[in-house]
């Protein structure tokens, strides 16, 4: 699906999430003017199918933001706009 285009994720939290069931997480450092991505997940699933799709979702996202340069903003679990990121 990625065509070996995937970075991988910087860390892996495991974490209670309120709204949701996984989460990638994007950290800046304005003063270093680095960036680096979390996988964070919860501590447990329903089932092994709950947590394959999650970990592939938040995939999908760290690849949206670091192949594809494309910002999704979610609220609410609804899509609200992307933003194209290449210059």
Do not use: A
Request: proline share 2%; hydrophobic share 45%; with cysteine.
């Amino acid at each position: 699906m990625f065509k070996n285009e995937l970075n991988p994720f910087n860390d892996v939290k495991i974490k209670r999430i309120v709204r949701g069931s996984g989460q990638c997480v994007e950290y800046i450092s304005y003063r270093k003017g680095t960036n680096f991505f979390v996988l964070e997940m919860m501590p447990k699933y329903k089932n092994k199918m709950e947590f394959l799709n999650t970990l592939s979702h938040e995939m999908v996202h760290l690849w949206q933001q670091t192949i594809k340069k494309i910002l999704v903003i979610i609220i609410n679990f609804f899509l609200v706009f992307e933003i194209n990121l290449k210059d």
